[in-house]
């Protein structure tokens, strides 16, 4: 059983700073892409940011310079750092991991519970 566990969401006023987690547990042979994203109401989900098992990143033109995603793959964790948050970044954000439980299975892909993020003063 694999879980992708996000934390570190809360409320934060504009122009503020927040860092989320992600951890995936359980029975993971290798997790190849790890990822961002995230859904305000009445929108559809949204690319935020990836990052590859090599470290290659990619951002949404929205939040470029502003997020960082890093990794450590040691600890199967992924982070969201994020900075000068604006209201437009209010959104459940959720975390992605393309994995394989074996070497024999072709990757899969898991997704987050999700966690808040909220901007407002």
């Known amino acids: 059983q694999v879980q992708l566990v996000e934390s570190g969401g809360g409320l934060v006023q504009p122009g503020g700073s927040l860092t989320l987690s992600c951890l995936a547990s359980?029975?993971?042979?290798?997790?190849?892409?790890m990822g961002w994203y995230r859904q305000a109401p009445g929108n559809q989900r949204e690319l935020v940011a990836t990052i590859t098992l090599a470290g290659i990143t990619n951002y949404a033109n929205s939040v470029k310079r502003r997020f960082t995603i890093s990794r450590d793959n040691a600890k199967n964790t992924v982070y969201l750092q994020m900075i000068n948050l604006t209201p437009e970044d209010t959104a459940v954000y959720y975390c992605?991991?393309?994995?394989?439980?074996?070497?024999?299975?072709?990757?899969?892909?898991?997704w987050g519970q999700g966690t808040q993020v909220t901007v407002s003063s």
């Open positions: 992605n991991a393309d994995l394989r439980v074996d070497r024999l299975r072709s990757p899969r892909n898991y």
């Open positions: 359980g029975n993971i042979f290798s997790i190849n892409t």
